[in-house]
């Protein structure tokens, strides 16, 4: 078994070929899903989605659908997409809470229907290949830069390797 490895992100400011560029950016979007559906594969039991390990964070559904949302709002914004995909889960997934005390978590979160395990993984597959589609089919000018368009497509992947990270904290929380 090879295990997988986070790779290194893409050198934006050299002078490379766009199809060299875009295909190191692919790969580097694909490692971070790769990563982090490993990662949230690793959870046992679909009840387990709805636990909040730690009483200051969302339940771990949350963050399932956390990084997907974060690229297509982010790609929106910037027009390299036009539609949403799912506007509930869109708003439902965006913003995470930052408490002081765990009751402020509680009402913030007491309304929230979480929706299905099995409907938020479709919702991720479908956000999976719309990136990997504009990745491949959107043309790249260079150099990319922080008002470059693939600027925010950069920076989700960058905020995907963020969540890896906690959310394997908030792993470690939970019973075992």
Known sequence: MNPIKSTTPPKLDSCQTNSNLRQDILEYFQNAWQLEDILMNSIVGEETF?????????PL???????????INKLIRVELLEKRINSNYEILFELGVDPEKPEELD??????????????WQYREKVYQIILDLIQKTPLNLPI????????????????????????????QLPV
């Not at 709805?50 to 969302?58: F, Q, S």
């Not at 009402?107 to 938020?120: C, Q, S, T």
């Not at 922080?146 to 497509?153: E, I, K, S, V, Y």
Request: no cysteine.
């Open 107 to 120: 009402r913030a979160i007491a309304h929230i229907d979480w929706p299905k395990l099995e409907d938020v």
């Open 145 to 172: 830069h922080q008002n470059h368009p693939f600027w925010a497509l950069m920076m989700s992947m960058e905020h995907q390797h963020i969540h890896i990270e906690t959310s394997s904290m908030l792993f470690r």
């Open 61 to 71: 559904i949350f963050y399932l659908g956390h990084s997907a949302v974060f690229y």
């Open 50 to 58: 709805y636990l909040n390990p730690d009483p200051l964070r969302n």
